[in-house]
């Protein structure tokens, strides 16, 4: 069987143990690829290869940096379509998607920042006639990439573009569920020539190398996307090390249905932000509000569109809705359902695991669902489920919604779908969340700033952000 390799100081290495740990296609459930289990040994030998790494990636010109990015970008590019199948099987995520989003996106990422570098500039203040201030920002040295299983490859280039962008070198994690797109990454990095040491890529479980990276004192700086409890553990560790931190953590996203929307694009685009990637993206609205007097007009038409939603073999061209990351995972949502139910849900749609044909009859899919009469409050709907399952709530008044759209311990996104614009900025101004979007979803401008409130994480990455967190601010100041 295929097996993986940690790729260090730009060589693809076996792990120091000599063990492995099942890879499972989600659309079969069967073990298709071995990953290393990898340990704190592992993530020593990565250590010093970005030790010794540092100085040369660092005193290279950001220029020069920023060209070798772009040229991975374009190997991204020019294997697309293998990536794409292989994110797709990896993942269960539907083949069409991992072609127009994941990988363009993972290539965009390494463009974005290949090029933001360039262009990043620091600041300088002037005493008047006495003295002048310069900013450098500085690289850390060794940054650790903790990213997860949702959207992999996506996720890892959006940490390990601008730390290495940035002149750091980098140890990075890929979720033990979706190993695959990053290890073909790192084959990519050694065809463009990416000095060796400069980015490692160490595989295994998040207790053992994602604790050992939390634990390591040679890693100043890390950033994790992933559960919140798991973000938790990461602080609780690394916060007493004075560690720098990024936290981008989970969402329970409220998608907010005003009567005076245009609610044709608000039920085409819910279908989309409720169960794009089987409802895996932290920025889903599972928990849809809907202004009373457009109730169940809203609900017949969203309604229609999900029966056409049916879940397939992923690597089908016509699918929508692949299956969901693990066996664990679906567990885990089946059980949610279950709560809804128990909590007085009535289910609208879906609400169980589907058995496919084939191959795909031993594969993990649950039918998209939808649930109404819940108390906004209940369990259901304040835990964050990641999975294809969003709940219909009625509101009579803009007060009524901020109560409910603010209620829950996260504040990652929010979507507002309403044609007047005045109550556009006066609602999005009292969500509590890092990101609203007005009558659109998911539209991404690489620039913005990108995190969450509350739970929901610490810090902010994207555009500049991004290059702020992986440098260090030294102020210069030089007497007149
Ligand atoms: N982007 C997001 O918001 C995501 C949210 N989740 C949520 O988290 C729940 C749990 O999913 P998991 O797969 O368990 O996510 P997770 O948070 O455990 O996994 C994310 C990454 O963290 C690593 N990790 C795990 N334990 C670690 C530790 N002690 N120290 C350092 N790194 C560690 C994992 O190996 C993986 O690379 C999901 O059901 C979902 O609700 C999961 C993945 C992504
Ligand atoms: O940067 C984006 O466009 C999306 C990010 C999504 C996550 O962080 C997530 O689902 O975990």
Not at 253 to 275: G, H
Not at 354 to 375: C, H, S, Y
Request: hydrophobic fraction near 40%.
């Amino acid at each position: 069987m295929f097996r993986i390799q940690n790729y260090i100081n730009g060589e693809f290495r076996a792990p120091l143990s000599e063990t492995y740990i099942d890879n499972y296609n989600p659309a079969t459930g069967q073990v298709y690829s071995l990953i290393p289990d990898s340990d704190a040994a592992d993530v020593e030998l990565a250590v010093l290869a970005a030790k010794a790494a540092f100085p040369a990636w660092s005193n290279t010109s950001a220029e020069k940096r920023g060209k070798m990015l772009v040229k991975i970008a374009n190997l991204i590019d020019q294997n697309l379509e293998k990536l794409a199948k292989a994110e797709s099987i990896d993942n269960g995520k539907p083949i069409s998607l991992a072609r127009t989003v994941d990988i363009p996106r993972a290539s965009s990422n390494l463009e974005f920042f290949g090029t933001a570098i360039q262009h990043f500039s620091s600041e300088s203040h002037y005493m008047e006639g006495t003295a002048i201030n310069y900013t450098l920002r500085r690289p850390y040295g060794i940054a650790g990439c903790i990213s997860p299983w949702n959207l992999p490859l996506y996720l890892f280039t959006w940490k390990i573009a601008p730390a290495l962008a940035a002149g750091n070198c980098v140890i990075a994690k890929p979720s033990e569920i979706t190993p695959m797109t990053a290890y073909l990454l790192s084959e990519l990095c050694q065809e463009a020539g990416l000095p060796a040491g400069v980015l490692n890529i160490v595989h295994g479980y998040g207790h053992k190398v994602g604790a050992a990276i939390t634990e390591n004192p040679n890693i100043p700086i890390i950033s994790f996307t992933g559960g919140t409890k798991t973000g938790e553990t990461i602080a609780r560790v690394a916060a007493p090390m004075f560690k720098k931190l990024s936290l981008e953590l989970g969402g329970k996203n409220p998608n907010i249905i005003f009567a005076d929307c245009d609610l044709e694009k608000a039920i085409a685009t819910s279908i989309n932000s409720s169960f794009a990637n089987q409802g895996q993206i932290c920025l889903c609205g599972s928990r849809i509000f809907i202004e009373r007097s457009i109730y169940e007009q809203f609900k017949e038409g969203f309604l229609a569109k999900v029966q056409d939603l049916k879940n397939g073999n992923p690597l089908d061209e016509k699918t929508k809705q692949g299956a969901v990351v693990s066996q664990a995972h679906m567990e885990k949502v089946l059980s949610y359902i279950q709560l809804a139910k128990e909590e007085g849900g009535r289910i609208l749609a879906g609400g169980q695991q589907v058995k496919l044909d084939g191959e795909n009859a031993t594969g993990w899919f649950i039918q998209p669902t939808v649930i109404e009469g819940l108390a906004y409050n209940c369990r259901t709907n304040t835990e964050e489920i990641f999975g294809p399952v969003v709940t219909l709530t009625p509101f009579d008044t803009e007060e009524e919604v901020l109560e409910y759209a603010n209620c829950t311990d996260y504040g990652l996104a929010a979507t507002i779908w309403t044609e007047n614009l005045t109550r556009a900025h006066r609602v999005a101004h009292q969500i509590k969340s890092g990101i609203i979007w007005v009558n659109c979803w998911l539209l991404r401008d690489l620039r913005t700033p990108f995190g969450g409130m509350k739970q929901s994480g610490v810090g902010r990455e994207g555009g500049l952000e991004a290059l702020r967190f992986f440098t260090e601010p030294q102020n210069v100041c030089v007497k007149l």
